[in-house]
């Protein structure tokens, strides 16, 4: 089975600083793995995702992540965090690409 | 805007009744919708897959006859949670898939609370 653990259930950045929320996961095959984004009050959004070929990938929002196979980590950075940054974001991993496992969620706190 | 619709978002019962929560696809077809559930400060646990017009399947540890799915139409998939108990309540979220290439849309999520 597949699994992700996300280190860190909040944390707390001032505007304009770098963000890094920590993402490993477990699994004995190849995966996709994705970042959400749920503001409040709302769905989730994909953030950016991983299927296959170079392994940083980047949102139009200025997120990436970079898949790290050697060490099952899929790090999320940006390295300038805006206050409407401010959501739960998460981790997930899938064989298929479609039935997702999520992590249980980092709350990113932007403030000013 | 939203592409899946869930409603209610926010539901509150009396233990004992049954409760359901629709999700609907707005301007795509559906053919497969996801269904979670998510407890507090846990992560979304996938209970279910659906594809329209055959019946779901269930993930390890989920009673399909307490959380009864249908998808009986390519917009609408519902969860009903059948004589609901305290334990259950919890956040539950749909997602809809519209064919192998398309992207995951979630609904915006139902809060259940069992009294």
């Known amino acids: 089975a597949q699994s992700v653990t996300q280190l860190d259930s909040q944390v707390p950045v001032f505007e304009e600083a770098p963000v890094e929320l920590r993402c490993n996961y477990s699994s004995s095959v190849s995966v996709y793995l994705f970042w959400y984004v749920q503001y409040p009050n709302q769905g989730l959004q994909l953030l950016l995702k991983y299927l296959s070929g170079s392994t940083l990938v980047k949102s139009i929002n200025g997120f990436e992540a970079e898949f790290n196979k050697s060490q099952t980590s899929f790090h999320l950075r940006k390295p300038s965090v805006h206050i409407s940054d401010t959501a739960e974001y998460f981790c997930?991993?899938?064989?298929?690409?479609?039935?997702?496992?999520f992590g249980k969620g980092t709350s990113l706190l932007v403030t000013p | 805007g939203a592409v899946v619709s869930q409603h209610p978002s926010r539901v509150i019962c009396k233990s004992g009744t049954s409760v359901k929560i629709e999700c609907r696809s707005l301007?795509?077809?559906?053919?497969?919708m996801f269904w979670y559930r998510q407890f507090p400060k846990q992560s979304l646990m996938l209970m279910a897959t659906s594809n329209e017009g055959s019946k779901a399947t269930y993930e390890q540890g989920v009673e399909k006859d307490k959380f009864l799915i249908n998808h009986a139409s390519l917009t609408l998939s519902t969860l009903t949670v059948t004589s609901a108990h305290p334990e259950d309540s919890s956040f539950y979220i749909c997602?809809?898939?519209?064919?192998?290439?398309?992207?995951?849309?979630f609904g915006n999520g139902t809060r259940l609370t069992v009294t």
């Open positions: 997602s809809a898939l519209g064919g192998a290439n398309s992207p995951l849309h």
């Open positions: 997930a991993v899938s064989l298929s690409g479609y039935a997702l496992n």
């Open positions: 301007d795509f077809q559906a053919t497969t």
